[in-house]
């Protein structure tokens, strides 16, 4: 019986895989913590935040529409291959999105109804996050360079300041992952009766930091590099600003995209400096990533369920 969990565990391993790049991607690539140590505290703190504050988002995802153990699979398998499809590609990815896009497609196709109020709160909340991401960490960078450029003349201090403020940070953004994004991974098996809110709190924690430690080093990259270049300070506001607007929807019970905000976050601190400093064509790139996300999940989903269906008959 213990195969019906192995769908759930993937997504979970591919959530960790894509999204860990979200907390540590940008000190990573800034030198202020090697990748190892990084991938560590993640999956120690990641797992902290599912276990306390996970469950908050379940019955979100799992009121959008009434799922059985067979879509349960189904919904965890075509987003798993999708998204690891896109780490393949070092593209950070929204597994909230990817989800939706499964429990529709599969929703439509055996005529379950959907809950559009939930599917709307969260459909706002998609709009919403980037951009109060990006708001917070362009207010931020500029309330904390200026506090820094009064009360820190010592330029080693300052360095070495930011670079454990940043680490402290890192690990607050891995928390707040676990805590929001849990639901993506075990929301599902939660609504259908297969787990109790705290089994799946655990699963899910241990599963999305397994792939956190295998399988992170590529998206990392696009995070801390390709958006726009980051200096010390510019990874501890935007790490910040996408750990604050994670744990406000946590808080809310609504499970969001940690890369849709970490992106914003980027942008937001990015703009400080001028447009000029922004990769317009990575950030072409990842918002296409995210509309791919949604279709091709719910076409895999709808695939896998046809195949399914005949393989029954």
């Given amino acids: 019986m213990f195969f019906k969990y192995i769908p759930s565990f993937y997504l979970g391993w591919n959530l960790g895989s894509n999204d860990s ?9 800034s030198g202020i913590i090697r990748y190892w140590n990084a991938v560590i505290l993640t999956s120690i703190f990641l797992f902290a935040g599912a276990l306390i504050e996970g469950r908050k988002g ?14 349960v699979i ?13 780490s ?34 969260i459909f706002i909340s998609w709009i919403i996050n980037p951009f109060s991401a990006a708001i917070i960490a362009f207010i931020l960078y500029q309330i904390l360079a200026l506090i820094w450029r009064i009360r820190s003349k010592n330029l080693l201090t300052l360095n070495i300041t ?10 607050y953004a891995a928390y707040s ?12 098996l ?13 699963f899910g924690g241990i599963s999305i930091s397994v792939g956190v430690l295998t399988y992170s080093r590529k ?11 980051l200096e010390p300070l510019s990874t501890m506001v935007v790490v910040l600003s996408e750990a604050v607007t994670l744990h406000i929807f946590t808080a809310v019970g609504v499970p969001i995209s940690s890369s849709q905000a970490i992106v914003g976050a980027v942008v937001g601190a990015g703009l400080v400096k001028g447009i000029g400093s922004l990769n317009r064509k990575t950030l072409i790139i990842i918002p296409i990533g995210w509309v791919s996300t949604i279709a091709g999940s719910g076409i895999m989903a709808c695939i896998l369920e046809i195949i399914t269906r005949i393989w029954r008959n």
């Avoid at 790049?21 to 000190?27: D, L, T």
């Avoid at 529709?104 to 559009?116: A, R």
């Avoid at 930011?162 to 690990?171: A, D, R």
């Fill in 58 to 71: 379940f019955t979100t995802i799992s009121g959008i529409s009434k799922i059985d153990l067979n879509g």
């Fill in 74 to 86: 189904i919904i965890s398998l075509s987003t798993g291959l999708v998204v690891n499809l896109m």
């Fill in 88 to 121: 393949y590609l070092g593209l950070p990815v929204s597994v909230t999105q990817g989800i939706i896009g499964s429990i529709i497609g599969i929703s439509i196709l055996t005529g379950n109804p959907v809950d559009y109020t939930n599917l709307i709160k």
């Fill in 162 to 171: 930011i670079k454990w403020l940043s680490i402290f940070i890192g690990c």
């Fill in 177 to 188: 992952l676990g805590a929001n994004n849990l639901a993506n991974v075990t929301g599902t």
């Fill in 190 to 202: 939660v609504g259908a009766g297969i787990m109790s809110p705290f089994m799946a709190s655990v």
């Fill in 219 to 229: 998206v990392m990259y696009t995070i801390g590099k390709r958006i726009a270049p």
């Fill in 21 to 29: 790049a979200n907390v540590f991607g940008p000190q990573v690539n």
